[in-house]
């Protein structure tokens, strides 16, 4: 496996073990050339999906993407990245027995927030925003009533800025 950090092709392997829900090993890695340790997943792969956007356009369906988007989406935040990697596996078991081969992008996020939403609430709203594109002000705070937040869980920031738009995590 390549270091991600200096391009190395080889790395040892400091430490293996089954993820808790067995789905997955997860496996320690040491780059012998810069020193940096970093993380793999082995997993089962079913079926390749593709993911359809709103735009119309398609794309394999990329779960490092997923991860990632719920890793930012958790950024210090009391969630442990274990639990990202089961959540994501269950969400993938998900779309994988659906039967389909090609699924609406927004299946998926709706599948990803209510998965964020039992986990963290700062992290739920937080890909929402995101996911559901908030450009204004307003989106946020309805957003945040209809979920039952109130204004305190605002804070200073968000109650006067717009809230960037970008591009949907899935
Ligand atoms: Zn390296």
Avoid: W
Avoid at 9 to 20: I, N, T
């Amino acid at each position: 496996m390549r270091c991600p950090f200096c391009g190395e092709l080889e790395s040892q392997v400091k430490d293996s073990r089954p993820s808790e829900d067995g789905a997955s090993i997860r496996r320690r890695r040491l780059c012998p050339e810069c020193g940096g340790r970093f993380t793999t997943f082995e997993r089962v792969q079913l079926r390749e999906l593709t993911i359809l956007k709103r735009s119309g356009r398609r794309a394999p369906f990329d779960r490092e993407k997923l991860v990632r988007s719920i890793s930012i989406a958790a950024r210090k935040r009391p969630v442990d990245p274990d639990r990202v990697e089961r959540m994501v596996n269950a969400i993938v078991r998900q779309l994988e027995s659906m039967g389909e081969t090609e699924l609406a992008s927004h299946v998926v996020g709706e599948m990803v927030m209510k998965a964020l939403k039992a986990l963290d609430d700062v992290a739920y709203v937080r890909y929402a925003s995101v996911y559901r594109d908030f450009r204004q002000t307003e989106d946020f705070a309805s957003f945040l009533s209809q979920e039952g937040f109130g204004d305190e869980s605002l804070g200073d920031e968000g109650a006067s800025e717009d809230v960037p738009g970008r591009e949907p995590a899935t």
